[in-house]
């Protein structure tokens, strides 16, 4: 087993052995780029903007950027690769071992939403929820 890397790795390379058991760190030339990671992080760029350009808004807050990112990379990771190392299972269901529920895609990101809030005292005529923007799931069962 190895790991593919640019040179950015080479300080890594001597912890490799004892961290990982004993994969071999493939390190390409100087300012050369791994193929299979940049084509990775050109999927995700453009997953991005397709989600970006679904919002409504002329500046996004750099927050919502931030879990743009990480929605997208989460929904990468649900779904089992194509030519990936097993067939029928996702990257997720293969590094952390449990079961994918796929009700955490039902909720779009940016959607508008209501979220309730518990509020003392509960006989006041407060609003008892408070308007939101949905940025992907909490990860919480």
Same mark, same amino acid.
């Given at each position: 087993?190895?790991?593919?890397?640019?040179?950015?790795?080479?300080?890594?390379?001597?912890?490799?052995?004892?961290?990982?058991?004993?994969?071999?760190?493939?390190?390409?030339?100087?300012?050369?780029?791994?193929?299979?990671?940049?084509? +990775?992080?050109?999927?995700?760029? !453009?997953? /991005?903007?397709?989600?970006?350009?679904?919002? @409504? =808004?002329? #500046?996004?807050?750099? %927050?919502?950027?931030?879990?743009?990112?990480?929605?997208?990379?989460?929904?990468?990771?649900?779904?089992?690769?194509?030519?990936?190392?097993?067939?029928?299972?996702?990257? +997720?269901?293969?590094?952390?071992? !449990?079961? /994918?529920?796929?009700?955490?895609?039902?909720? @779009? =990101?940016? #959607?508008?939403?209501? %979220?309730?809030?518990?509020?003392?005292?509960?006989?006041?005529?407060?609003?008892?929820?408070?308007?939101?923007?949905?940025?992907?799931?909490?990860?919480?069962?």
């Amino acid at each position: 087993m190895f790991i593919k890397g640019d040179g950015e790795f080479k300080p890594l390379e001597e912890f490799m052995p004892e961290l990982y058991g004993a994969p071999r760190l493939n390190l390409t030339s100087a300012n050369k780029h791994v193929p299979e990671i940049e084509r +990775k992080i050109g999927v995700i760029k !453009e997953r /991005v903007r397709a989600v970006m350009y679904g919002m @409504p =808004f002329n #500046a996004v807050p750099l %927050i919502i950027c931030i879990s743009a990112v990480l929605f997208v990379t989460k929904q990468l990771n649900l779904f089992p690769v194509k030519g990936g190392i097993l067939a029928n299972y996702s990257p +997720k269901q293969i590094m952390s071992g !449990e079961v /994918v529920h796929y009700k955490f895609c039902s909720l @779009p =990101f940016g #959607a508008y939403c209501h %979220i309730s809030e518990e509020a003392q005292p509960r006989n006041s005529l407060v609003p008892k929820t408070q308007d939101a923007l949905a940025l992907g799931p909490s990860g919480n069962v």
